[in-house]
């Protein structure tokens, strides 16, 4: 199978587009796999699966059959053989070069009917739509949690007894991507897992009290506050945001960009976003450290306006 790399628009917003079915791809259980050359469709990244796949329609133009999509996949073609793998079952990083990366849409059981009728989507051509609110939620909980990860690297950089190498858009130590464990959205929030092991505490963090310092323990609802302070400062701000495209494949390496108040802010992103943060009415985190103070989460709420 030799399939072009999926052009996508949701990085710029798009929640409806029209397109030609390239392939149906078998995926089990009676579920089918519609490739198309373009769709606004956010499929589940298989390297760093933070933000949920969208759901949605797929109408095809003749006939005007409403198909629902279930979930939305990445698949990848292995340049050796053909073979189309989805999800967990790519062996490579997203973007290699070699390979065709592509989005799934997935049909649900029975809607796509027999194998003929699957594969007679071949060819058609398919209006694909996006349900746009649940992509305005994790929208908004994907923008909340780039700016959590600005607002706790201030907030923890006094922490920091040497510097860790790694520095943000602001110049604070990258506590963010040095401690991340894990990093998943939903349509409510976007919690954010820290892992504060040996190697984070020989890079130069410090969970314990100093001369200056309380304890981290003691001093999280400070920290908090300090986080929260500077989040609402920054909805506030009506901050505009943006993904920078570099080019319309799915693998093309994009970034977030927000001009917040102390100036540009930027961070690599496959996800969706707000365009302001504006549409937001408020944005809160809160902040909890495991019992045995190994792990930091942070669980970050935004509030649509
Ligand atoms: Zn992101």
Request: with cysteine; aromatic share 4%.
């Given at each position: 199978?030799?399939l072009?790399t999926t052009?996508?628009?949701f990085?710029?917003?798009?929640?409806t587009g029209?397109?030609?079915?390239?392939?149906?791809?078998?995926?089990g259980?009676?579920r089918?796999?519609v490739?198309t050359a373009?769709?606004p469709f956010h499929?589940?990244?298989?390297?760093w699966p933070?933000?949920p796949?969208?759901?949605?329609?797929?109408?095809?133009a003749e006939?005007?059959v409403?198909?629902?999509v279930?979930d939305?996949l990445?698949?990848?073609?292995?340049p050796?053989?053909?073979?189309?793998l989805v999800?967990?079952?790519?062996?490579v990083?997203?973007?290699?070069?070699?390979?065709s990366?592509?989005?799934?849409?997935?049909?649900a059981?029975?809607a796509a009917?027999s194998a003929?009728?699957a594969?007679?989507l071949?060819?058609?051509q398919?209006?694909?739509?996006?349900?746009?609110?649940?992509?305005?939620?994790?929208?908004a909980?994907?923008t909340g949690?780039?700016?959590?990860?600005?607002?706790l690297n201030?907030?923890l950089?006094?922490r920091?007894?040497?510097?860790?190498?790694?520095?943000?858009?602001?110049?604070?130590?990258d506590?963010?991507?040095?401690?991340m464990?894990?990093?998943v959205?939903d349509?409510?929030?976007s919690t954010?897992?820290?892992?504060?092991?040996?190697?984070l505490?020989k890079?130069?963090?410090?969970?314990?009290?100093?001369?200056?310092?309380?304890?981290?323990?003691e001093?999280?609802?400070?920290?908090?506050t300090d986080?929260?302070?500077?989040?609402?400062?920054?909805v506030?701000?009506d901050?505009?945001?943006?993904?920078?495209?570099?080019g319309?494949?799915l693998t093309?390496?994009?970034?977030?960009?927000?001009e917040?108040?102390a100036?540009p802010a930027d961070?690599?992103?496959?996800?969706t976003?707000?365009?302001r943060?504006?549409?937001?009415?408020?944005l809160?985190?809160?902040?909890?450290?495991?019992?045995?103070?190994?792990?930091?989460?942070a669980?970050?709420?935004?509030?649509r306006s």
């Open positions: 199978m030799t072009p052009r996508v628009s990085p710029g917003g798009a929640v029209e397109s030609t079915v390239l392939a149906v791809h078998p995926l259980d009676g089918w796999g490739v373009d769709t499929p589940l990244d298989h390297t933070d933000q796949a969208d759901t949605g329609t797929l109408t095809v006939g005007g409403e198909l629902a279930v939305c990445t698949g990848a073609v292995d050796s053989n053909g073979e189309l999800g967990a079952d790519i062996p990083r997203r973007g290699d070069e070699a390979w990366w592509l989005v799934l849409h997935v049909l059981e029975q009917g003929d009728s594969q007679s071949v060819g058609r398919v209006t694909l739509s996006v349900d746009a609110e649940r992509r305005a939620a994790l929208s909980a994907h949690c780039h700016l959590l990860a600005l607002a201030a907030a950089a006094a920091w007894r040497k510097d860790p190498g790694r520095a943000d858009a602001f110049g604070n130590p506590f963010d991507s040095l401690a464990a894990s990093s959205m349509t409510e929030a954010d897992v820290y892992r504060l092991g040996k190697s505490r890079k130069g963090f410090t969970a314990e009290a100093a001369d200056d310092l309380p304890a981290l323990a001093a999280l609802p400070a920290i908090t986080v929260n302070e500077r989040l609402a400062a920054w506030a701000a901050a505009p945001v943006r993904i920078e495209v570099p319309p494949e093309a390496r994009r970034r977030w960009h927000c917040l108040p100036g961070i690599a992103c496959g996800g976003h707000l365009h943060l504006g549409q937001l009415a408020a809160e985190t809160e902040l909890t450290l495991s019992a045995d103070g190994t792990e930091l989460t669980v970050t709420r935004p509030k």
